[in-house]
């Protein structure tokens, strides 16, 4: 029989989460058992299941914490960022759910990598949503500016987009349906910091009738371009501005063509030429300030 208070994790028994941080002496002597569940709950291949995300970084922590404390499921932290989280700890005792004080070197395994900012949070992972022309037309008529990525193929760029809407207060983002497109994993909510608590990630099947969608709904449907397009933002005098739509292309090829050809308009970033590009995820951050903050 399992004695009362006990928890069941990964087929192995520990004693139920205590509101204090640091761990007593007395439980030093089960720190080896410990460590093989905590091992069991994240590897370096990544989530533990496919419903599962682990979140790197004090910020990335307390921002999920902040916006929906209940997805957390298990919380692991170094001695140092240990005294910074009491308040996430009492929050997950009251629940029963796990959090542990671990050595560094199992922080690293459970996170998947040496960049964990000293904390991870296990958390549950909802299923991203299909977009909708409905939904597309409800937006514009609140106006509120989306991003839209064209195969944004790196995890790390995804997150340093995220970040950056984040910050100029974009509350979603559109991802293509496509095998090449990064979604929002680990590594992206790593370097996002908090970012994704922010925004809603949605997914379109076809870019192309998505873009002649938002166009059709009102949107001012922007394709950022290397070379072409304008460099700066027309304004109609007298006429509020249309909610943006800013499309962005994959690393590598930029915006396909029949994305391209069904936006609204072309914006490039004018530079040097001494180098073709920005980073997409730089590139983000000029246009969204040029196109929506300044204005």
Known sequence: MRPRGATEYHGLKTQPPRTRVAPSAAAAGSASIENEAIVAAGSRSGPARHDELKLCGLAAVKARFARDAGSIKR?????????????????????KKIYRQVEPAELEKIAGSIHHGGIVAVVYAPPLRSITANEAAKWAKRGESILVLDRI???HNLGAIARTAAFFGVARIVIPDHVGA?????SAHRVAEGGFEHLEVWLAKDLVTFARELVAA???VVGAATRGGRPD???????????????LGNEENGLSTEVM???????????????????VSVAAAVLLWELLARR
Do not use: M
């Open 182 to 186: 990064a979604r929002p994993s680990d």
């Open 75 to 95: 919380l692991f932290f170094d001695h140092a960022t240990g005294q910074r989280v009491g308040l996430i700890c009492k929050a997950l005792a009251a629940e």
């Open 233 to 247: 933002a027309p304004r109609e005098k007298g006429k509020a501005p249309k909610p943006l739509a800013l499309f």
């Open 261 to 279: 050809s069904s936006c609204s308009r072309l914006v490039t970033i004018p530079g040097s030429a001494k180098i073709e590009s920005l980073n």
């Open 153 to 155: 193929g790196n995890a």
């Open 218 to 220: 009102g949107y001012d």
